[in-house]
């Protein structure tokens, strides 16, 4: 159910105005780009090896076959499994996975490389697209160790939310949490996408499982990323709970994003806070950049008002979406469009560990912050008047 059918709901909007169209994703894409999980460095390095070794790839793969056989003495050195993982095909998965375990079991005194197959590994799943081979590679007691990085987890969570195992992203996370392994634990990606797929359940278990997870990293004093913060609020919004929507948003400092600003609008109309919306839409007109709010949180807002009844505040925000149609404050995506967004690769902010714990920086190099409650500013939830004769 979309956050625009929710509000409609609960606001007890009139029988036509309920019959609306709701506004979902039909195809569900991957979160993070291809560049921000590696995928564009994996397929470059596969080209390679394939191009290195085309006139001995068949033989090369019948060869690997024969090593992994039971009653094989012959050793998996690095350069074989890193080889055959590039050079995997649809049916080479079991191939790979025999060499992994055969490579892991071996004695670890015969391994003189430093390389990391687990994040390369998830990488040729993820773009075989066999996310229950993953998965299943993943929890083999043959292959401990082997994934505890923080990019196997990543591209693992992303390859289940890209095929829509949001329960099997669930039970993975409390996976990695019983693992006590500390960089994985909180890590501000993993948490982005248990997020979203508690978003994408919208059921009353999954509502339960990023409250809780919610209050898990408040109370270890962890910030986490604007993208959670969304998620779990557009949450909240969906099944009915504006209140700790309302908190939830509150932790971030810049009040100021595109999502936060739409959510807000969405859950005052659930508080049925009517006037404090207002000044929110208000807020983008005196701003230099082009701010924008969405189609849907806009319709939502006039069905509000229309079945409110109230001519003054119709009227009033009748001359602000004007506005707005005029000088393009209107997207045309979704606020869901907008939650799902693909996340690029992004560099870490200095003050912020992957973690999301604060690490002091030098005072003097300080970026000035927006105050959301400054009323100069027009935002939070002050009623700054703000003149529409321009509009006119």
């Known amino acids: 159910m979309s956050i625009l059918k929710t509000c409609s709901n609960l606001l007890r909007a009139s029988r ?10 039909d195809v569900c894409r991957t979160l993070y780009s291809e560049a921000a999980l590696g995928l564009d460095s994996f397929e470059y390095q596969k080209n390679r090896v394939r191009t290195q070794i085309s006139d001995v790839e068949e033989k090369f793969r019948t060869k690997m076959s024969e090593y992994v056989t039971e009653n094989s003495k012959n050793i998996i050195f690095t350069e074989d499994l890193k080889n055959m993982i590039y050079l995997a095909k649809e049916g080479d998965v079991d191939l790979v996975v025999k060499m992994m375990k055969r490579f892991n079991s071996q004695n670890k005194e ?49 390859l289940l939310y890209e095929n829509k195992m949001y329960n099997e992203m669930l039970d993975l996370y409390n996976l990695v949490k019983e693992k006590q392994i500390e960089s994985l634990k909180w890590a501000r990606s993993l948490v982005v996408l248990t997020m979203a797929a508690c978003y994408k359940l919208n059921t009353e278990e999954s509502l339960e499982f ?17 993208r959670s913060i969304t998620f779990c609020a557009a949450l909240m919004i969906n099944k009915g709970k504006p209140e700790i929507a309302l908190e939830i948003l509150s932790s971030l400092k810049n009040q100021n994003y595109t999502t936060v600003r739409n959510l807000k609008v969405l859950t005052l109309l659930q508080l049925k806070r009517i006037d404090d919306v207002l000044p929110i839409l208000k807020s983008v ?10 189609k849907d949180v806009v319709e939502a807002v006039e069905n509000y008002l229309k079945s409110e009844n109230n001519a003054e505040l119709t009227t009033e925000f009748n001359r602000v979406v004007k506005y707005y149609k005029e000088h393009g404050n209107i997207s045309e ?49 002050t009623t700054r008047k703000v003149s529409l004769s321009q509009m006119e």
């Not at 160790?145 to 591209?155: C, I, N, P, R, T």
């Not at 990023?210 to 604007?226: F, M, T």
């Open 333 to 381: 995506s979704t606020l869901d469009d907008n939650l799902c967004s693909v996340i690029n690769k992004l560099q870490p902010r200095p003050d912020f560990n992957q973690y999301g714990q604060f690490q002091r920086r030098d005072q003097n190099n300080r970026r000035p912050r927006y105050d959301f409650n400054d009323k100069k500013g027009g935002g939070g939830f």
């Open 16 to 25: 036509t105005l309920m019959k609306q169209n709701t506004f979902q994703i």
């Open 110 to 158: 015969l391994r003189f490389g430093n390389f990391i197959f687990g994040p390369v590994v998830m990488r040729m799943f993820y773009k075989l697209n066999k996310p229950n081979e993953a998965l299943e590679c993943y929890k083999s007691p043959e292959l401990t160790g082997f994934f505890d990085q923080l990019m196997s987890h990543q591209v693992l969570f992303d």
């Open 285 to 294: 007109l005196t701003e230099e950049a082009v701010h924008t709010f969405n």
């Open 210 to 226: 990023a409250i809780k997870l919610w209050k898990d990293i408040s109370q270890v004093g962890n910030l986490a990323a604007r």
